[in-house]
């Protein structure tokens, strides 16, 4: 066997595939059916009879059946990967969403029941900076351990990942880093709106509240 040259990996079975493959010559081994791959100047469906009439020229007992333009075949073959990417995309947005309804609720809970220690506080002298700070401190501190909980499940979970993954690591550094940082803002975010609220009680009010 005489190799006349060396192509670069092609995915047959999918996206998950291996990528391996081997071309050898049609002579040496005729198939029932074959694959015809036509590159056309203009849209494939237009160019679709004159191929067909091109190929009956030359045996007119070949059929030429499942012709299709290739983006077709591309869209049909990426429908399950994007359907899953999109079910998995909404999932994500809901947990980002309901964790930012967490933070905020749990801080303004918090702020409605320090009400009278805050009001003393900014009486003694504390100013609306610190008290801000102080809840921001506190939410993002439950913020940081959650999305360090999550990387260390995201990392634990990659094995299952990495065969719905195509050109990209499940452990992708820039990907995992980018996360982190919208849920960490979005968290931060929910804790500065509680926390400027807070920041803005009258001091003389919230001591008179009992």
């Not at 820039?174 to 996360?179: A, D």
């Amino acid at each position: 066997t005489t190799v006349i040259g060396v192509v670069g990996d092609v995915k047959y079975t999918g996206l998950g595939g291996d990528g391996t493959a081997v071309y050898d010559p049609m002579t040496e081994g005729w198939q029932r059916d074959a694959n015809l791959f036509v590159r056309t100047a203009g849209p494939p469906a237009a160019a679709l009879s004159a191929i067909r009439a091109a190929v009956q020229s030359v045996d007119p007992g070949v059929p030429l059946d499942d012709a299709a333009p290739m983006e077709d075949r591309l869209r049909a073959s990426l429908a399950v990967p994007r359907h899953w990417t999109a079910l998995l995309g909404g999932f994500a947005v809901a947990a980002l969403g309901l964790a930012t309804v967490g933070i905020f609720g749990m801080l303004s809970f918090t702020v409605a029941a320090r009400q009278r220690e805050i009001g003393m506080r900014m009486a003694l002298g504390a100013r609306p900076g610190m008290v801000i700070a102080m809840f921001v401190r506190r939410g993002m501190m439950f913020a940081v351990i959650g999305a360090a909980i999550g990387l260390l499940v995201s990392i634990a979970g990659t094995r299952w990942l990495g065969n719905a993954l195509f050109d990209v690591s499940a452990t992708d550094p820039f990907t995992l880093i980018l996360m982190t940082m919208i849920l960490l803002l979005v968290a931060l975010v929910a804790c500065w709106m509680p926390a400027r609220r807070a920041a803005a009680i009258d001091p003389i009010e919230a001591l008179r509240t009992d």
